[in-house]
């Protein structure tokens, strides 16, 4: 069975990710990001997916580099 992830708005999903809710709605037109939308005009945007955009831009550091 598949678990549901929780689902955050534009502002909880910008303030996860550190950015402006305008940056987020910028990604989200350029289809950088993917959206649920559960009726009308409200976005919202899944839990893994903030998970998946901070896992691509995670950067693993290298040992004995300065």
């Given at each position: 069975?598949?678990?549901?992830?929780?689902?955050?708005t534009i502002t909880e999903a910008a303030q996860e990710?550190?950015?402006?809710?305008?940056?987020?709605?910028?990604?989200?037109?350029?289809?950088?990001?993917?959206?649920?939308?559960?009726?009308?005009?409200?976005?919202?945007?899944?839990?893994?997916?903030?998970?998946?955009?901070?896992?691509?831009?995670?950067?693993?550091?290298?040992?004995?580099?300065?």
């Amino acid at each position: 069975m598949q678990t549901r992830s929780k689902l955050l708005t534009i502002t909880e999903a910008a303030q996860e990710l550190s950015v402006k809710p305008k940056t987020l709605r910028a990604w989200i037109g350029a289809k950088r990001v993917t959206v649920v939308r559960p009726g009308g005009w409200s976005i919202r945007i899944p839990a893994s997916e903030i998970e998946r955009i901070v896992a691509e831009a995670t950067i693993t550091a290298v040992e004995g580099r300065r």
